[in-house]
C-alpha cells in the first residue's frame, strides 16, 4: 500500500512559478516510480510528467517541456513539481501518482498508476 499527499498548489499569475510536492508513504519509496497528471474542467485527466525509482529517468508531456521539471528526494520519500512560466491553461487539480508495477518506459497513461493522491488546486490568473 502506498499513500500519497500532494501539496504546494494556489493561485499565481501567469508567468509565476510554483513547486508542488508529494509526500508517500507505506511501500519502500525508491522502490517505485512516480508521475504527475492534472486534470481541468470539463477536460480529461492528462499526463504531466513521470520520474523513474532513482531519478535518473524523466518524461515530460510536450505541453510543460522546459517549463516544468519534476524530482524526487528518496530519502524524503518525497517527489517534486517545479512549475516555471506558468500559464492560464496550467490550471487544473494536480494529483501525483506511483506506478509500484514499474512499468519501462515511464508510463504516460494513468491506467499504469496503481495509487493516487488527492489532489492540489493550481490556478493561473492572466
Known amino acids: 500500500q502506498v499513500q500519497l499527499v500532494e501539496s504546494g498548489g494556489g493561485l499565481v499569475q501567469a508567468g509565476g512559478s510554483l513547486r508542488l510536492s508529494c509526500a508517500a508513504s507505506?511501500?519502500?519509496?525508491?522502490?517505485?516510480?512516480m508521475g504527475w497528471f492534472r486534470q481541468a474542467p470539463r477536460k480529461e485527466r492528462e499526463f504531466v510528467a513521470a520520474i523513474s525509482r532513482s531519478a535518473g529517468r524523466t518524461r515530460y508531456a510536450d505541453s510543460v517541456k522546459g517549463r516544468f521539471i519534476i524530482s524526487r528526494d528518496n530519502a524524503k520519500n518525497t517527489v517534486y513539481l517545479q512549475m516555471n512560466s506558468l500559464k492560464p491553461e496550467d490550471t487544473a487539480v494536480y494529483s501525483c501518482?506511483?506506478?509500484?508495477?514499474?512499468?519501462?518506459?515511464?508510463?504516460?497513461?494513468?491506467?499504469?498508476?496503481?495509487?493516487w493522491g488527492q489532489g492540489t488546486q493550481v490556478i493561473v490568473s492572466s
Open positions: 507505506g511501500r519502500t519509496f525508491s522502490s517505485y516510480a
Open positions: 501518482a506511483a506506478d509500484t508495477r514499474v512499468h519501462i518506459p515511464l508510463q504516460t497513461q494513468a491506467i499504469a498508476y496503481d495509487y
